[in-house]
């Protein structure tokens, strides 16, 4: 991983979208905001009566995620888990927390049928290698696949705390090893004296631990960009949040897209379910689940979700039919307490880009027919990982903003950091809601604008400046600006890069595009 170290910023106690249960007289909310944490996004919460227990609390979170990556790591090459895959045939004594989670596996392996396995990494290297090849893989190929994943892999004494590594199949702790890291790095925040409350939320996958009650928004993956509006919003006190879905992280292959999430029984990808969600106190036991969810058939997982207590789901198929558990709905807050849409939880640092403008045609309106599909990925920047403050919004062709698409900051003070933005005199209002995802990749986003306006009136077609700005306190400020003419004929453009944004890229498009 790359620096850990990010600052943790007081938020102001009136939180309108905050339940009141979150907050007390004597304690604040810290929000911090990391990228190419475990891979992907990081986001802390911490209730804590002042800005140094919250920062100790940062510290021993990230402090535990670097410790248990040394540990279970597929990727680094000097991982405890890496330098045991290297080993075959021999008893070797491992730490607790590798044994724990190879226990888990066999567990789960157990408990689904097979759809568990660490060495479902064959099959997906056999999908990336047909990716590269634009080529489906033989049923042959599939086949030999499957055989390999098969096979026990490992041996375990748990008395002895010893695993013997018994294959050459290639594995990796994927599904659930991501949910034992967050419920470790919540539980190890929340030790630290005074902390009253903390959420981890890492990629799209959450622990709420303590005296804190988190306001979930629970991704659409038909329309996951961050401002789109979610399938639901979940009330959650002291549980974990893990999704699992197939609609950000895949290969195309052959013209088709193939998820990343496979099926070891048969060596093909994913496909009836492309989403699921699953709400358990225990984080390991969302986190199988939800992936397990995507590959049974929705009737299996509500036969074994029948058989775990406290479990609660909600599980998406490819044409759009919704399962959900019977205590799903006392999770669901009330549509009066939920927002109208999903705000910026994303805040920090600041860089502006603006993005184009387009000549009104007369009598002419936008409708729900377009869309313009915004993305975005903030640069990697070594020793610096936490994200910048951003603003996005939508301008006329006399620089009139019509439409906020997103504000993503941490503390009101900061807002100055965005000076272009700060000129609109647009909303500030902050909304600290978690979002439940599919896990993204580190700094990357992606916002819509669907041709409305601040009221919610859809727009004359026209000429438009979609601007972006970023920006870090004490640090660099960046601004992109971009004109476009949405006419009704679709067309695509990318914006160069900057030093706090790599790359942007306008999609203006038919409505409801997408995989």
Same mark, same amino acid.
């Given at each position: 991983?790359?620096?850990?170290?990010?600052?943790?910023?007081?938020?102001?106690?009136?939180?309108?979208?905050?339940?009141?249960? =979150?907050?007390? @007289?004597?304690?604040?909310?810290?929000?911090?905001?990391?990228?190419?944490?475990?891979?992907?996004?990081?986001?802390?919460?911490?209730? *804590?009566?002042?800005?140094?227990? *919250?920062?100790?609390?940062?510290?021993?979170?990230?402090?535990?995620?670097?410790?248990?990556?040394?540990?279970?790591?597929?990727?680094?090459?000097?991982?405890?888990?890496?330098? +045991?895959? /290297?080993?075959?045939?021999?008893?070797?004594?491992?730490?607790?927390?590798?044994?724990?989670?190879?226990?888990?596996?066999?567990?789960?392996?157990?408990?689904?049928?097979?759809?568990?396995?660490?060495?479902?990494?064959?099959?997906?290297?056999?999908?990336?290698?047909?990716?590269?090849?634009?080529?489906?893989?033989?049923?042959?190929?599939?086949?030999?696949?499957?055989?390999?994943?098969?096979?026990?892999?490992?041996?375990?004494?748990?008395?002895?705390?010893?695993?013997?590594?018994?294959?050459?199949?290639?594995?990796?702790?994927?599904?659930?090893?991501?949910?034992?890291?967050?419920?470790?790095?919540?539980?190890?925040?929340?030790?630290?004296?005074?902390?009253?409350?903390?959420?981890?939320?890492?990629?799209?996958?959450?622990?709420?631990?303590?005296?804190?009650?988190?306001?979930?928004?629970? *991704?659409?993956?038909?329309?996951?960009? @961050?401002? @789109?509006?979610?399938?639901?919003?979940?009330?959650?006190?002291?549980?974990?949040?893990?999704?699992?879905?197939?609609?950000?992280?895949?290969?195309?292959?052959?013209?088709?897209?193939?998820?990343?999430?496979?099926?070891?029984?048969?060596?093909?990808?994913?496909?009836?379910?492309?989403?699921?969600?699953?709400?358990?106190?225990?984080?390991?036991?969302?986190?199988?689940?939800?992936?397990?969810?995507?590959? &049974?058939?929705?009737?299996?997982?509500?036969?074994?979700? =029948?058989?775990?207590?406290?479990?609660?789901?909600?599980?998406?198929?490819?044409?759009?039919?919704?399962?959900?558990?019977?205590?799903?709905?006392?999770?669901?807050?009330?549509?009066?307490?939920?927002?109208?849409?999903?705000? =910026?939880? /994303?805040?920090?640092?600041?860089?502006?880009?603006? &993005?184009?403008?387009?000549?009104?045609?007369?009598?002419?309106?936008?409708?729900?027919?377009?869309?313009?599909?915004?993305?975005?990925?903030?640069?990697?920047?070594?020793?610096?990982?936490?994200?910048?403050?951003?603003?996005? +919004?939508?301008?006329?062709?006399?620089?009139?903003?019509?439409?906020?698409?997103?504000?993503?900051?941490?503390?009101?003070? +900061?807002?100055?950091?965005?000076?272009?933005?700060?000129?609109?005199?647009?909303?500030?209002?902050?909304?600290?809601?978690?979002?439940?995802?599919?896990?993204?990749?580190?700094?990357?986003?992606?916002?819509?604008?669907?041709?409305?306006?601040?009221?919610?009136?859809?727009?004359?077609?026209?000429?438009?400046?979609?601007?972006?700005?970023?920006?870090?306190?004490?640090?660099?400020?960046?601004?992109?600006?971009?004109?476009?003419?949405?006419?009704?004929?679709?067309?695509?453009q990318t914006l160069n890069g900057n030093v706090e944004i790599a790359n942007a890229a306008l999609d203006y498009r038919k409505a409801g595009v997408g995989r």
């Amino acid at each position: 991983m790359n620096n850990l170290t990010s600052t943790l910023i007081p938020l102001a106690l009136a939180l309108p979208a905050l339940p009141a249960a =979150a907050t007390t @007289e004597a304690n604040g909310l810290f929000i911090s905001h990391l990228e190419n944490v475990l891979g992907t996004s990081f986001d802390l919460k911490v209730m *804590a009566p002042s800005y140094d227990v *919250a920062r100790q609390a940062e510290t021993a979170a990230l402090a535990e995620i670097s410790r248990l990556s040394a540990i279970l790591s597929s990727y680094q090459p000097d991982s405890e888990f890496s330098l +045991w895959v /290297a080993t075959s045939g021999e008893a070797i004594p491992v730490s607790t927390d590798l044994l724990a989670v190879l226990a888990g596996f066999d567990h789960w392996r157990a408990q689904t049928g097979g759809v568990i396995n660490a060495a479902a990494e064959a099959i997906n290297q056999l999908w990336q290698r047909a990716a590269r090849s634009e080529t489906v893989p033989s049923e042959s190929d599939r086949t030999d696949a499957v055989s390999a994943v098969q096979q026990q892999h490992w041996l375990l004494d748990l008395e002895a705390q010893t695993a013997s590594h018994l294959t050459d199949t290639p594995l990796r702790l994927h599904t659930f090893a991501k949910s034992y890291i967050m419920d470790q790095a919540a539980n190890r925040a929340l030790a630290v004296p005074g902390v009253a409350g903390v959420v981890v939320n890492i990629g799209g996958d959450l622990v709420v631990r303590g005296n804190r009650t988190e306001s979930v928004a629970i *991704a659409n993956p038909r329309a996951d960009a @961050e401002n @789109e509006k979610p399938l639901a919003w979940l009330t959650i006190q002291d549980r974990a949040v893990a999704t699992s879905g197939n609609y950000r992280r895949g290969v195309l292959v052959d013209g088709v897209w193939q998820s990343h999430i496979v099926d070891p029984r048969t060596g093909n990808p994913a496909y009836e379910v492309i989403s699921a969600t699953v709400v358990h106190p225990d984080a390991s036991t969302a986190g199988a689940l939800a992936t397990a969810f995507n590959v &049974l058939t929705p009737a299996d997982s509500v036969q074994l979700a =029948a058989t775990l207590p406290g479990t609660d789901y909600l599980i998406v198929t490819r044409e759009g039919q919704q399962f959900t558990s019977p205590g799903w709905g006392q999770l669901v807050q009330p549509v009066s307490n939920a927002a109208s849409s999903v705000p =910026a939880w /994303a805040s920090n640092p600041v860089t502006t880009v603006r &993005l184009m403008t387009i000549s009104p045609l007369k009598d002419k309106l936008w409708n729900a027919d377009q869309e313009l599909l915004i993305s975005l990925e903030l640069s990697q920047i070594e020793g610096r990982s936490h994200r910048p403050f951003v603003a996005v +919004w939508i301008e006329d062709e006399k620089h009139v903003p019509v439409r906020q698409i997103a504000l993503w900051y941490n503390k009101p003070r +900061w807002l100055r950091e965005l000076r272009d933005w700060n000129n609109t005199q647009q909303n500030s209002s902050f909304d600290a809601t978690s979002l439940a995802s599919a896990t993204r990749s580190p700094g990357s986003y992606t916002l819509k604008w669907d041709g409305k306006n601040d009221q919610g009136q859809y727009v004359k077609q026209g000429k438009y400046t979609v601007c972006i700005e970023a920006a870090r306190e004490h640090g660099t400020h960046q601004f992109m600006e971009q004109t476009m003419d949405f006419n009704g004929k679709f067309k695509q453009q990318t914006l160069n890069g900057n030093v706090e944004i790599a790359n942007a890229a306008l999609d203006y498009r038919k409505a409801g595009v997408g995989r």
